[in-house]
């Protein structure tokens, strides 16, 4: 494991040496290229341990990752390299370690000194850290709360209904913004125009809140001339006039269009018609050539191609102007959110992820920079100071991220001091989050940027793929020739990068193919380009004939179930990847998840039955609910009783209470599928109810859109997005989905406006954006990047296998559909690379799959062994053996009698009246301070009744007072002299196996001469207020219990017969004394 | 008072050891009295535990001794000078400050460039002042003082908050309150308590509040405190004299790594080894969980509770999730909202139905829920009194809920008082209601003695916020069950006394726990400041973690389970005292607690359907009549048709802010079914005049819909129906030039096929100059239909019951739908000398320019015959009961149905045979 270092020592300034000990000796800024599965962990965590070696303080070392499992593996590393380092110290066959300023076994005990202060952390949670500590800087309270993705999205709906409720002049401003977005065409619903619109752009706008960006007036100004084309109504008469010469039949069909020709504005799908006419425009000459009108081609006269072209610049500035006009909407939209949204997070607490990072850059905004001041009062409130940063992934950090981590790391960067270092790793050939901010040019940007020596290094040895795999690989990606042709700019900037992979594998081959699937496997093909309109005609599913060929490939030949292999399929979109696991599902290959994802309380019977409880429940005329249910084995008779319990169950014990009461009902047996699936609705309930929530309709939404990620499963097949896929790894990888051609995904473009600016706009149609210069230039910009992107995909997708990969594509249809040759439009399929590098002469059948052909092959199918660890030591240890402790001694708790006759818990309200347990407690603690009443302790009694004003504590006192000092309660506190008193003496005693515990309020006990006791008086003062007229025996019928209680403890303390024992209760109130007989008060 | 310091030894129980010691030393005359004994514990629970401990020894009965906590011996918060602020008042106070003018201005706390603020968000900033106050309690200190401290890089920052601090009292001050500082400090001042004792004990609290033991060093000074320490004599160097664990003794302390040690990947196979361990004994109450990470606790109990094993946890659960918590919060939002939808809420709420009178009107709750839904998706109001207006059975809910809200506006802690009244009456007395009637009571004198000094009115939401924050920090007791394992915090675990102890979630951050209140005291400065400091924290829990292993080392168990992921992704790390070991093996260590138990791979079991749906019997019991457009059902899926038409299951689906499909298209019709019946319209050419009509039509529907005002998204989809007029009048008048009259509006039919009759509407009958009639639905989808398309489909494609199927030119058909061909079948039945006759749709679509008429333009009399027949085999089929199996439909793929049947109902049914089959 020897690396291979150019050390730079840097001399310090003598200041520095407390901090760092010794020099450091490692590279300052250090830059890792690693291609995938070759161990960018790796050479993260042996970073950090060359910075321990080095003496460093690991409170001074922040290492930023994209995912929690990074951060927890990376921190595994480090402890165990450390341990192995330690173990061949000890054993003195270490190696040296340079400059190493401190051994293995003492950088370890200070890395683990120092654990709760170390900075291993995702870039997440980094943000949100600082974030949190700034709670005056950016007013949001320290405790703020981070919601997760149902809860943006909650937040966001609520923001959004907020939005349509308002009326006045925020309803104005919404009209307005919608009258922009919509120029005129208005659907149905304003919540599906603009709850997408916010999804898609709302982070956007986030990183863009100046709305002059956003198709502002300059933009607009730019891009259209000076003279504009106004009078389409002009234009197309005179077209008209012109063509009933040229053309004259079809001179009707020019005069039926003309509604559809002059409201043309580039939105949405164009008549034929049109496009035909702009296609044919010449925006240098200003003028159009030939076209197709109903599948005649005309040719204009030069005057005709002039009349032609004008009216497509009618068309382009219509489009251009209505473009802009949506951008504003658009932002005039997301600026009225923006101020909803910032007053939702201040006022409830909470923050989204990526408001961290934003709020953070906010901190910084002044000045350009996170001022010194700032920075060391955060520093302080954190207690720390960073010094070294680490970072993974580095192609996945968006500019939104690096512009906040900028304000912390800028000085690391620009630095001369030697005790600050920067270390990325990251490759730019998995940059596949371009489409939420990923920028993989930051990495040039670092290196150009570091004043002083970078080091580089280049990984691109796998860890991972077998050997096959990774040939499969290079000969993809190793034909710059190929990617150029294909991918044009985009491949050549993605060629100039390129190494050659290896494996380090190389026990195993391992296996990589290249199949096709014929057209002639009876399925349709797939029907593409149907972006839109699928909804409400199209009865059949789309489906490809690659789909019944992968069922055959894994039910045939990977077998994961019997071959125990953990198995992904990988497509690029959502759609594809839904539509394959239902119908992986369907032809029962065995278990299949999507995304790695279930939905527990949407794919099976039980999440349903509780979504139709509940949905039955809150919504009565929900019949299909109500129906469902009553179809379900709970029947009619629960339907009936779950109206009247439904709700006390719910307020009472919450939905996981709900949860178990519906799932309890069902007296089928579950299975294996069903138990687990019971415990994750269980467990679903349990969290939401940690919010406090009892809001239904919240919660049947948290049940159906909530995931829950699953771990690598073996035996399983899981279908998902590439995107999802990355930084996972599985035995055998499907990649499909492979002939859809690259299509710009934003619809935002960044306009380039020739002073130099740039400018946001939502694009038009694409056969005006390529008429319209600076457009075409931004679209070909962005179509430059997305497709670089779609080369990392494909990358990614094919570096996930570890042993066995198989690509799999439709065959391309016949010979005579080539597609027009020469034609750029037509953008390149991933399958047209694979074509063009993996084929190669003849091809053979796949025997077990029919249609299915092989065109590359690498390596051979092997019986896949176990990796050892994976089936450690099962459960022999944990198995345990029956326990048979004792209970504990004390289980019980007291039984506390009440000694006084509290207020009904709603009488605690009734306004202006003091409590009556407080009244009693205090005249208790009167009574207790008078052991005789002499004057001397009567004294203080009656300073206390006299004082003014009175409030309870006076009248407390009074009313001791009035009773001490009454005829009939005069013997009570004048007992003959040698009596033993207690006042106020808690008691505990064991009872027939119950544990009592109360006070005596009085108790006096004479003695037998030998000191013994010999008789007992039990007094219990009683301050009810109630009138008098059930008088005494309403007294002795509430206390009974509780006195009978007191005299049985009093008989077994002081082990006189009962009858020994007097017990009176004294009712202060109206100073009578009531006898209580021993009878009524057996003992227990 | 001066600590004498006992140990106790740490082979037995804390409680046990404590206890025996006590009797030995307990006087009496006749019977044992330990009531000159004042015994400080560290917490309620563990004073509960001593006593039980000397029950048990003296079953018969004893004098108890005074057993209270650090912090009690301060007494009740009562002094000479006043009555020590509660909780809610001085989050109240600090409210008040945060939002009042001092709050804001050139030296505020918190500049208000970024943002306005509001009381939640003072709510949220008081609660972290509490909070510093209280750790600063700790060393007796104040804002003020720290300021005098100095060193903080920030000094105007505590300038700032030393001044609030002033402020904060003299309020407190006019409502008769003292802060819970300046009681304590007075107390300790005069160095005096109220217990009339001979001997006090500190009993096994190793981490004593530290004013507390201010409060002893001062008090009797003469005097001795016992300090009861559970440990043996050779450890005497790792405590001070109060019995604190010394952090330079027990950072050096090893530790035993426990052969019982466990770490998990994830916390789910935690928690389900700590529900195996407790069920592998023979009795639970031999068990305690150690719940080390508060957060584990629901998950715990959630595992316990899948295996039928009953937990307790004495502490109580916390009362944040009782029906009180979420009835103040529905209050909350009743009063902030005044909306239908927190309105709905209190209604389905059980502790409101007394106070709305639910039960004493007597109405069924689903009854009043689907009034209101009918209410709501009728008007779209907002607010509930309009909504419900129209629904007399909600009049006497709703007055009270206004009554209340009125009254509120003008008394709000009145009104909030007689509302708690009237709600926990007749509820029972139980111990945790009285407890939670205590507190609020509490609160709400709080409130009361503050009022006057408001600077800012709280309204009664803003009170409701502060009664449920109280309430919120409550425990509830809960019952105990029979047998059951005991849960228990970390810091309780010294006082337990179960022989097999379950340490679960055993984390770093968790043991020790990391104190965060970085803004204002982060550690290094509370370090500063004298504080109790992480390092002192470390030390009582490693003292504690060997007290509980060693006490069971010999008779008993111990389990110590830590994870690496929680449930939800969190990296977690196990706690830092299992590394405590000697240097030369650390290494060793290291590599055992990186040895992390997988799980066995999970085999995913593949899914099944856990039972089916039985629907049935499939017959067609309602009398022999249909709408036209159910046909379509059938012919998408009988077995759909059969659930919606026959069975009536419907969706219920409510937006509650926009029109939904359904009521837009509605709107639309009726818009336009206004000019068809307008007769001086009928032959109007020029396109603005019908616009101007339209607008007027639409103008009185939407009048008529929503008499309080057009809500303003209905006013924006107004705007899309404008749109859709708009070309709806260009296109009219252009139809109207070109000949064709409006003949009819909604033209009512009944056809009859067999013995079933056939309804239906026609929306528009045209008739051009030269006699040709047109029939004209109208379609007001987003694109524009093409109704051939709609109708028919080549077969070839897709399946279709086979009632659908027909041979035309040679080629095989299916219909999709008969609406038209019906529609001209009942027509012709009604003119029978109908001349040419056509069909189209009206198409209305988003598009403007893509409005008009679509005719159908291979229409044919042969194709409405072959319709009718179709319509006779379905109706005939629909006899028969024919309604198995389901088609592959996209019905099937809408929402909700898709969410119910899965896409796939045939496999999730099983479908009872009908009459046939
Ligand atoms: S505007 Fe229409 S209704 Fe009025 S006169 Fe002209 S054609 Fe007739």
Same mark, same amino acid.
């Given at each position: 494991m020897g690396?291979?270092?150019?050390s730079?020592?840097?001399p310090l300034?003598?200041w520095?040496r407390?901090?760092?000990?010794e020099?450091l000796?490692?590279?300052r800024?250090?830059l890792i290229?690693?291609?995938a599965?070759t161990?960018k962990?790796e050479?993260?965590?042996?970073r950090?341990?060359?910075?321990?070696r080095c003496?460093?303080e690991?409170?001074?070392i922040?290492?930023?990752?994209?995912?929690?499992?990074?951060a927890?593996?990376?921190l595994?590393?480090v402890?165990v390299?450390?341990v192995?380092?330690?173990?061949t110290?000890?054993?003195?066959g270490?190696e040296?370690?340079?400059g190493?300023?401190?051994?293995?076994?003492?950088s370890?005990?200070?890395f683990?000194?120092d654990l709760?202060?170390?900075?291993?952390r995702?870039?997440?949670?980094?943000?949100?850290?600082i974030?949190?500590v700034?709670?005056?800087?950016?007013?949001?309270?320290?405790?703020?709360?981070?919601?997760?993705?149902?809860?943006?999205r909650?937040?966001?709906?609520?923001l959004?209904?907020d939005?349509?409720r308002?009326?006045?002049?925020?309803?104005?401003?919404?009209?307005?913004?919608?009258?922009?977005?919509?120029?005129g065409?208005?659907g149905k619903?304003?919540?599906?125009?603009?709850?997408?619109?916010?999804?898609?752009f709302?982070?956007?706008?986030?990183e863009e809140?100046d709305?002059?960006r956003?198709?502002?007036?300059?933009?607009?100004?730019?891009l259209?001339?000076?003279?504009?084309?106004t009078?389409?109504?002009?234009l197309w008469?005179?077209?008209a006039?012109r063509?009933?010469?040229?053309v004259p039949d079809r001179r009707?069909?020019?005069e039926?269009?003309?509604?559809?020709?002059l409201a043309?504005?580039?939105n949405?799908?164009?008549?034929?018609l049109?496009?035909?006419?702009?296609?044919?425009?010449d925006?240098?000459?200003?003028?159009c050539?030939?076209?197709?009108?109903q599948?005649?081609?005309?040719?204009?006269?030069p005057?005709?191609a002039?009349?032609?072209g004008r009216?497509?610049?009618?068309?382009l500035?219509n489009s251009?102007?209505?473009?802009?006009e949506?951008?504003r909407?658009?932002a005039?939209?997301?600026?009225?959110?923006?101020?909803?949204y910032?007053?939702?997070?201040?006022?409830?607490g909470r923050i989204?992820?990526?408001d961290a990072?934003?709020?953070?850059?906010e901190l910084g905004?002044e000045?350009?920079?996170l001022?010194q001041?700032?920075?060391?009062r955060?520093?302080?409130r954190?207690?720390?100071?960073?010094?070294?940063?680490l970072f993974?992934?580095?192609q996945?950090?968006?500019?939104?991220?690096?512009?906040?981590?900028?304000?912390?790391?800028?000085?690391?960067i620009q630095?001369t001091?030697?005790t600050?270092?920067v270390?990325?790793?990251g490759?730019?050939?998995?940059?596949i989050?371009?489409?939420r901010?990923?920028?993989?040019?930051?990495?040039?940007e670092i290196?150009?940027?570091?004043?002083g020596?970078?080091?580089r290094k280049?990984?691109?040895?796998s860890y991972r793929?077998?050997p096959a795999?990774?040939d499969?690989?290079?000969?993809v990606f190793g034909?710059k020739t190929?990617l150029e042709e294909l991918?044009?700019?985009a491949?050549?900037?993605w060629?100039?990068d390129w190494?050659?992979?290896?494996?380090?594998?190389?026990?195993?081959?391992?296996?990589s193919?290249?199949l096709e699937?014929g057209s002639?496997?009876?399925?349709?093909?797939?029907?593409?380009?149907?972006?839109?309109g699928?909804?409400?005609?199209?009865?059949?599913e789309r489906?490809?004939?690659?789909d019944?060929?992968?069922?055959?490939l894994i039910r045939?030949?990977i077998r994961?179930a019997?071959?125990e292999l953990s198995?992904?399929?990988?497509?690029?979109?959502?759609?594809?990847?839904?539509?394959?696991?239902?119908?992986?599902?369907k032809?029962?290959?065995?278990?299949?998840?999507l995304e790695?994802?279930i939905?527990?309380?949407?794919d099976?019977?039980?999440?349903r039955l509780?979504?139709?409880?509940?949905?039955?429940?809150?919504?009565?005329?929900?019949t299909?609910a109500?129906g469902?249910l009553q179809a379900?084995p709970?029947?009619?008779?629960f339907?009936q009783?779950?109206?009247k319990n439904?709700?006390?169950?719910l307020?009472g014990?919450?939905?996981?209470g709900?949860?178990?009461e519906?799932?309890g009902?069902?007296?089928?047996?579950?299975?294996d599928?069903?138990?687990e699936r019971?415990v994750l609705?269980?467990?679903?309930a349990?969290r939401?109810d940690q919010?406090g929530?009892?809001?239904?309709?919240r919660?049947?939404?948290?049940?159906r859109?909530q995931?829950?990620r699953l771990?690598?499963?073996?035996?399983?097949v899981q279908?998902?997005t590439v995107?999802?896929?990355?930084?996972?790894?599985f035995?055998a990888?499907?990649v499909?989905e492979?002939?859809?051609p690259?299509?710009?995904?934003?619809?935002l473009l960044?306009?380039?406006?020739?002073q130099?600016?740039?400018r946001?706009?939502l694009?038009p149609?694409k056969?005006?954006?390529?008429k319209?210069?600076e457009?075409?230039?931004?679209?070909?910009k962005?179509?430059?990047?997305?497709l670089f992107e779609?080369?990392?995909?494909?990358?990614?997708?094919?570096t996930r296998?570890?042993?066995e990969l198989?690509v799999?594509?439709e065959?391309?249809?016949?010979?005579?559909?080539e597609p027009?040759s020469?034609?750029r439009?037509a953008?390149?399929?991933?399958?047209?690379?694979?074509r063009r590098?993996?084929?190669?002469g003849?091809s053979?059948?796949?025997?077990?799959?029919s249609g299915?052909?092989v065109f590359?092959e690498?390596?051979?199918?092997?019986?896949?062994?176990?990796?050892?660890?994976?089936?450690n030591?099962?459960?022999?240890?944990?198995?345990?053996?029956?326990?048979?402790?004792l209970?504990?001694s004390?289980?019980l708790t007291?039984l506390a009698?009440?000694?006084?006759s509290?207020?009904r818990?709603?009488?605690f309200?009734?306004?202006?009246r003091?409590?009556?347990?407080?009244?009693?407690?205090l005249?208790h603690?009167m009574l207790?301070?008078?052991e005789?009443?002499d004057?001397g302790?009567l004294?203080?009694?009656?300073?206390?009744?006299s004082?003014?004003?009175s409030?309870?504590?006076?009248?407390?006192?009074a009313?001791?007072?009035?009773c001490?000092?009454?005829?009939t309660?005069?013997?009570?506190?004048a007992?003959?002299?040698?009596t033993?008193i207690w006042r106020?003496?808690?008691?505990?005693?064991l009872l027939?196996?119950?544990?009592?515990s109360?006070?005596?309020d009085?108790?006096?006990?004479?003695l037998e001469?030998n000191g013994?006791?010999a008789?007992?008086?039990?007094?219990?003062?009683k301050?009810?207020?109630?009138?008098?007229?059930r008088g005494?025996?309403g007294?002795?019928a509430?206390?009974?219990?509780?006195?009978?209680?007191?005299?049985?403890v009093l008989?077994?303390m002081?082990?006189?017969r009962?009858?020994?024992?007097?017990?009176?209760?004294?009712?202060?109130?109206?100073?009578?004394?009531v006898e209580v007989?021993?009878?009524l008060a057996g003992?227990? | 008072?001066?600590?004498?310091r006992?140990f106790?030894?740490?082979?037995?129980?804390?409680?046990a050891?404590?206890?025996e010691?006590?009797?030995?030393?307990?006087g009496?005359c006749g019977c044992?009295?330990?009531?000159?004994w004042?015994?400080?514990?560290?917490?309620?629970?563990s004073?509960?535990?001593?006593r039980?401990?000397?029950c048990?020894r003296?079953?018969e009965g004893?004098l108890?001794?005074?057993v209270?906590t650090p912090?009690?011996?301060?007494?009740e918060?009562?002094?000479a000078?006043?009555k020590?602020?509660?909780?809610?008042?001085?989050?109240?106070?600090?409210i008040?400050l945060?939002?009042s003018?001092?709050?804001g201005?050139?030296?505020?706390?918190?500049?208000?460039?970024?943002?306005?603020p509001d009381?939640?968000w003072?709510?949220?900033?008081?609660k972290?002042l509490?909070?510093?106050q209280?750790?600063?309690s700790?060393g007796a200190l104040s804002?003020?003082?720290v300021r005098?401290?100095g060193?903080?890089?920030?000094?105007?920052?505590?300038l700032?908050?030393?001044?609030?601090?002033?402020r904060?009292?003299?309020i407190?001050?006019?409502?008769?309150l003292l802060?819970w500082m300046e009681?304590?400090?007075?107390i300790?001042r005069v160095?005096?308590?109220?217990?009339?004792v001979?001997r006090?004990?500190?009993?096994?609290?190793?981490?004593?509040?530290?004013?507390a033991?201010r409060?002893?060093?001062?008090i009797l000074?003469?005097?001795v405190c016992?300090?009861l320490i559970?440990?043996?004599?050779?450890v005497?160097?790792g405590?001070d004299?109060?019995?604190?664990?010394?952090?330079a003794?027990?950072?050096r302390?090893e530790m035993?790594?426990?052969?019982?040690?466990?770490?998990?990947?994830e916390e789910?196979a935690?928690?389900?080894?700590?529900?195996?361990?407790?069920?592998?004994n023979?009795?639970?109450d031999?068990?305690?969980?150690g719940v080390?990470?508060?957060r584990?606790l629901?998950?715990?109990?959630?595992?316990l509770e899948?295996?039928n094993?009953?937990?307790f946890?004495p502490?109580?659960?916390s009362a944040?999730g009782?029906e009180w918590?979420?009835?103040l919060?529905?209050l909350?939002e009743l009063l902030?909202?005044?909306?239908l939808?927190s309105?709905?809420r209190?209604l389905c709420?059980?502790?409101?139905?007394?106070?709305?009178?639910?039960q004493?009107?007597?109405?069924?709750?689903?009854f009043?829920l689907?009034?209101?839904?009918?209410?709501?998706?009728?008007?779209?109001?907002?607010?509930?009194?309009?909504a419900?207006?129209q629904?007399?059975g909600?009049?006497?809910f709703?007055e009270?809920?206004q009554?209340?809200l009125?009254?509120a506006e003008?008394e709000p802690?009145?009104?909030i008082?007689?509302l708690?009244?009237?709600?926990?009456?007749?509820?029972?007395?139980?111990g945790?209601?009285?407890?939670?009637?205590?507190?609020?009571?509490?609160?709400?004198?709080?409130m009361?003695?503050?009022r006057?000094?408001?600077k800012?009115?709280?309204?009664a939401a803003?009170?409701l916020d502060?009664?449920?924050?109280?309430i919120?920090?409550q425990h509830?007791p809960e019952?105990r069950?029979e047998?059951a394992v005991?849960?228990?915090g970390w810091?309780?675990?010294?006082?337990?006394?179960?022989?097999?102890?379950v340490?679960?979630?055993?984390q770093?951050?968790?043991?020790?726990e990391?104190?965060?209140h970085?803004f204002?005291l982060?550690?290094?400065?509370?370090?500063?400041?004298g504080?109790?400091?992480?390092a002192?924290?470390e030390?009582?829990d490693a003292?504690?973690f060997?007290?509980?292993?060693?006490?069971?080392?010999?008779?008993g168990?111990?389990?110590?389970?830590a994870?690496?992921?929680?449930r939800?992704?969190?990296?977690?790390f196990?706690?830092?005292?299992l590394?405590?070991?000697?240097?030369?093996?650390?290494?060793?260590?290291?590599?055992?607690?990186l040895?992390v138990?997988?799980?066995p791979q999970?085999?995913?079991?593949?899914?099944?359907?856990?039972?089916?749906l039985v629907?049935g019997?499939?017959?067609?019991e309602?009398?022999?009549?249909?709408s036209?457009?159910a046909l379509r059902?059938?012919?998408?899926c009988?077995f759909f048709?059969?659930?919606?038409?026959?069975?009536?299951?419907?969706?219920?689906?409510?937006?509650?802010e926009e029109?939904?499909?359904?009521?837009?298209g509605?709107?639309?019709?009726d818009?336009l079914a206004d000019?068809?019946?307008a007769d001086e319209? $009928? =032959?109007?050419?020029?396109? #603005?005049?019908?616009?101007?009509? !339209?607008?007027?039509a639409l103008r &009185? /529907?939407l009048q008529?819909r929503?008499?309080?005002g057009?809500?303003?998204?209905?006013a924006?989809q107004s705007?899309?129906?404008?749109g859709?007029l708009?070309?709806?009048?260009?296109?009219?008048?252009?139809?109207v030039?070109q000949?064709?009259k409006?003949?009819?509006?909604?033209?009512?039919?009944?056809?009859?096929?067999g013995d079933?009759?056939l309804?239906g509407r026609?929306?528009?009958?045209?008739?051009?100059?030269?006699?040709?009639?047109?029939?004209?639905?109208?379609?007001?989808?987003e694109r524009?239909?093409n109704?051939e398309?709609a109708?028919l489909?080549a077969s070839?494609k897709?399946q279709?019951p086979a009632?659908?199927?027909?041979?035309?030119?040679?080629r095989e058909?299916?219909?999709?739908?008969?609406q038209?061909?019906?529609?001209a079948?009942?027509?012709?039945? $009604? =003119?029978a000398?109908c001349? #040419?006759?056509?069909?189209a749709y !009206?198409?209305?679509?988003?598009? &403007? /320019?893509k409005?008009?008429?679509v005719e159908?333009?291979?229409?044919t009399?042969?194709?409405?015959?072959e319709?009718?027949s179709c319509?006779?085999r379905?109706?005939?089929?629909v006899?028969?009961?024919?309604f198995?199996?389901?088609?592959?439909?996209a019905?099937w793929d809408?929402?909700?149905?898709?969410?119910?049947?899965?896409?796939r109902?045939a496999?999730?049914?099983?479908?009872?045979?009908?009459?046939?089959?």
């Open positions: 690396v291979r270092r150019r730079l020592p840097l300034v003598p520095d407390r901090n760092v000990g020099s000796s490692i590279d800024c250090c290229r690693a291609s599965g161990g962990t050479e993260l965590a042996r950090i341990v060359d910075l321990l003496g460093v690991p409170h001074r922040v290492a930023v990752t994209f995912t929690r499992r990074a927890a593996e990376i595994d590393r402890l390299k450390l192995e380092q330690a173990e110290d000890g054993t003195g270490g040296d370690r340079g190493g300023a401190r051994n293995a076994l003492a370890l005990q200070a683990l000194a709760p202060r170390l900075q291993l995702t870039i997440d949670s980094l943000f949100q850290r974030v949190r700034c709670p005056i800087e950016t007013g949001l309270p320290e405790s703020f709360q981070l919601m997760d993705e149902f809860e943006a909650e937040l966001r709906r609520s959004l209904g939005m349509l308002e009326g006045g002049k925020a309803a104005a401003m919404l009209a307005e913004a919608v009258g922009r977005l919509t120029q065409e208005d619903s304003p919540w599906m125009l603009l709850d997408p619109l916010l999804s898609q709302w982070e956007a706008y986030q809140p709305r002059e956003w198709g502002g007036e300059a933009l607009c100004r730019a259209i001339p000076g003279r504009r084309e009078d389409g109504e002009g008469q005179e077209i006039r063509l009933s010469v040229q009707d069909a020019w039926r269009m003309r509604a559809v020709l043309y504005r580039g949405g799908t164009a008549h034929r049109i496009v035909n006419i702009l296609e044919s425009y925006p240098d000459s200003g003028s050539g030939e076209f197709y009108f599948r005649r081609k005309i040719v204009p006269d005057e005709m002039r009349l032609l009216l497509a610049t009618f068309w500035q251009l102007e209505a473009a802009c949506r951008t909407g658009l005039s939209l997301l600026f009225g959110f923006r101020a909803r910032r007053r939702a997070l201040h006022s409830q989204a992820f990526s990072p934003r709020l953070l850059r905004a000045g350009g920079g001022d001041e700032l920075w060391l955060i520093a302080f954190l207690d720390s100071h960073w010094d070294h940063w993974d992934e580095f996945d950090t968006s500019r939104a991220q690096w512009r906040a981590l900028e304000l912390l790391v800028g000085e690391a630095s001091e030697g600050r270092s270390f990325c790793v490759d730019g050939k998995q940059s989050y371009g489409w901010g990923g920028d993989r040019r930051l990495f040039e290196a150009s940027r570091y004043e020596g970078v080091a280049t990984l691109s040895t793929s077998q795999v990774i499969l690989v290079n000969v034909s190929a991918y044009g700019n491949g050549r900037a060629a100039k190494e050659p992979h290896a494996s380090a594998l190389s026990g195993a081959s391992g296996y193919c290249y699937v002639d496997s009876g399925e349709p093909p797939c029907r593409e380009g149907m972006e839109e699928a909804g409400e005609e199209t009865e059949e489906s490809s004939p690659v019944s060929a992968l069922v055959c045939e030949i994961p019997e071959r198995c992904a399929v990988l497509v690029q979109t959502n759609a594809w990847a839904r539509r394959l696991a239902d119908r992986l599902r032809e029962r290959v065995g278990s299949v998840f790695g994802e939905f527990p309380g949407a099976n019977q039980l999440g509780v979504a139709a409880a509940l949905q039955s429940l809150v919504h009565p005329r929900d299909l109500r469902w379900s709970l029947g009619d008779g339907c009783e779950w109206e439904g709700w006390r169950i307020y014990k919450g939905f996981q709900v949860v178990a519906i799932l009902r069902l007296r089928t047996a579950l299975d599928f069903g138990k019971a609705l269980q467990e679903m349990c939401f919010t929530s009892r809001d239904v309709e919660f049947l939404r948290y049940l859109d995931p829950v771990p690598e499963m073996t035996g399983a279908v998902m995107h999802k896929a990355k930084g996972l790894g035995d990888v499907v499909a492979l002939e859809q690259v299509r710009i995904r934003s619809r960044e306009v380039d406006l020739p130099g600016a740039s946001l706009l694009a149609a056969t005006i954006v390529t319209i210069p457009l075409a230039k931004a679209r070909e962005a179509q430059k990047e997305e779609r080369l990392c995909v494909l990358y990614v997708a094919l296998a570890r042993r198989y799999v594509a065959a391309p249809p016949g010979k005579r559909k027009r020469g034609s439009s953008a390149p399929t991933h399958r047209d690379l694979l590098t993996l084929v190669a003849e053979r059948p796949l025997r077990q799959v299915m052909n590359f690498r390596g051979e199918l092997g019986k896949p062994e176990r990796q050892e660890g994976l089936s030591d099962e459960e022999e240890s944990e198995r345990l053996p029956p326990l048979a402790f209970p504990r004390v289980r007291p009698p009440s000694r006084s509290e207020d818990a709603a009488e309200f009734a306004a202006g003091p409590s009556g347990r407080e009244f009693g407690v005249v603690e207790a301070r008078v005789r009443a004057a302790s004294e203080p009694l009656r300073r206390i009744a004082a003014t004003p409030t309870m504590v006076e009248e407390a006192a009313a001791a007072l009035r001490i000092e009454s005829r309660c005069e013997a009570i506190f007992p003959p002299s040698g033993i106020e003496k808690p008691f505990e005693a027939s196996g119950r544990w009592i109360g006070i005596f009085r108790v006096h006990l004479f001469p013994s006791p008789s007992a008086i039990l007094y219990d003062f301050t009810d207020r109630e009138p008098l007229e005494e025996e007294l002795l509430r206390y009974r219990e509780q006195v009978g209680l007191y005299r049985a008989v077994r002081t082990a006189l009962i009858e020994k024992i007097r017990a009176i209760l004294v009712w202060v109130g109206p100073q009578r004394l007989p021993p009878s003992s227990l | 008072m001066r600590p004498e006992t106790l030894g740490w082979n037995q129980p804390l409680p050891l404590a206890a010691w006590l009797l030995d030393r307990a009496g044992l009295d330990l009531s000159r004042l015994l400080i514990v560290p917490t309620r629970q004073g509960r535990t001593l039980g401990a000397l048990l003296r079953p004893f108890a001794p005074r209270v912090m009690e011996l301060y007494g918060g009562r002094s000078a006043g020590a602020a509660g909780p809610t008042a001085r989050l109240w106070v600090w008040q945060l939002l003018e001092e709050g201005g050139e030296n505020a706390l918190f500049p208000r460039e970024a943002f306005q009381f939640a003072a709510l949220r900033v008081a972290s509490c909070e510093a209280d750790i600063l700790e804002f003020a003082r005098e401290e060193s903080h890089p920030e000094p105007e920052l505590w700032r908050l030393a001044r609030l601090e002033e904060y009292r003299a407190l001050a006019d409502g008769g802060d009681t304590r400090l007075e300790l160095a005096s308590w109220n217990f009339d001979d006090v004990a500190l009993v096994g609290c190793p981490d004593p509040h530290p004013l033991v409060l002893l060093e001062r000074r003469d005097e016992s300090v559970q440990a043996p004599e050779e005497a160097d405590f004299g109060w019995g604190r664990p010394d952090p003794f027990w950072r302390r035993p790594f426990l052969p019982n040690t466990r770490i998990y990947a789910g935690l928690t389900s080894r700590a529900a195996d361990l407790v069920a592998a023979r009795s639970w031999a068990v305690t969980i080390c990470d508060s584990l629901p998950f715990l109990r959630l595992t899948e295996r094993i009953s937990a946890d502490g109580g659960i944040s009782s918590a979420s009835l919060a529905d909350r902030r909202q005044r909306n939808a309105f709905r209190l709420h059980p502790a409101a139905a007394g106070w709305l009178g639910l004493q009107i007597g109405t069924e709750r689903s009043l689907e009034r209101l839904d009918r209410a709501a998706s009728r008007t779209l109001a907002q607010d509930f009194q309009s419900a207006r629904e007399p909600l009049e006497p709703v009270r809920a009554r209340f009125s009254e003008a802690l009145a009104a008082r007689r708690l009244e009237e709600s926990f009456d007749g509820k029972g007395d139980a945790s209601q009285r407890l939670l009637c205590e507190e609020l009571e509490l609160a709400l004198e709080e009361e003695a503050l006057s000094s408001a800012r009115r709280l309204d803003e009170y502060l009664l449920i924050e109280r919120c920090q509830l019952e069950p047998e005991e849960l228990r810091l309780e675990l010294l006082w337990d006394d179960a022989p097999h102890l340490l679960a979630g055993f770093e951050g968790a043991v020790p990391a104190i965060a970085d204002l982060p550690s290094s400065f509370r370090e500063r400041l504080l109790r400091t992480n002192q924290r030390a009582r003292y504690l060997e007290a509980i292993a060693t006490q069971r080392s010999e008779r168990r111990i389990d110590v389970l994870a690496r992921f929680s939800e992704g969190e990296p977690l196990p706690s830092r005292l590394f405590r070991c000697p240097a030369a093996v650390l290494p060793e260590r290291v590599r055992q607690v040895d138990r997988n799980a999970r085999h995913q079991p593949a899914s099944t359907d856990s039972f089916p629907i019997p499939l017959r067609w309602g009398e022999k009549r249909i036209v457009t059902d059938y012919l998408a009988p048709f059969f659930l919606r038409r026959a069975r009536r299951w419907e969706e219920f689906e409510r937006l509650p029109l939904n499909a359904r009521e837009f509605l709107l639309l019709h818009v000019f068809g019946r319209m $009928r =032959e109007c050419n020029q396109s #603005e005049a019908i616009e101007a009509f !339209l607008r007027d &009185r /529907e008529q929503f008499p309080e057009t809500p303003p998204a209905v924006l705007r899309a129906i404008q859709r708009a070309a709806f009048s260009r296109m009219q008048a252009k139809e030039r000949g064709w409006t003949l009819l509006v909604e033209a009512p039919f009944e056809l009859r096929i079933w009759q309804d026609i929306d528009r009958i045209d008739r051009d100059s030269e006699g040709r009639i047109r029939l004209v639905d109208f379609k007001s989808s524009a239909l109704p398309a109708h489909v070839g897709g279709g009632a659908a199927l027909f041979l035309w030119k040679g058909f299916r219909w999709r739908d008969l038209l061909p019906l529609y079948a009942a027509w012709r039945l $009604r =003119e000398s001349p #040419e006759l056509r069909v !009206l198409v209305l679509p988003k598009e &403007r /320019e409005a008009g008429v159908w333009q291979s229409w009399r042969e194709l409405e015959r319709a009718e319509a006779a379905i109706l005939q089929a006899e028969e009961g024919r198995w199996p389901p088609e592959r439909s019905e809408r929402e909700p149905w898709r969410f119910w049947f899965d896409g109902p496999e999730i049914v099983a479908a009872a045979p009908g009459p046939l089959g």
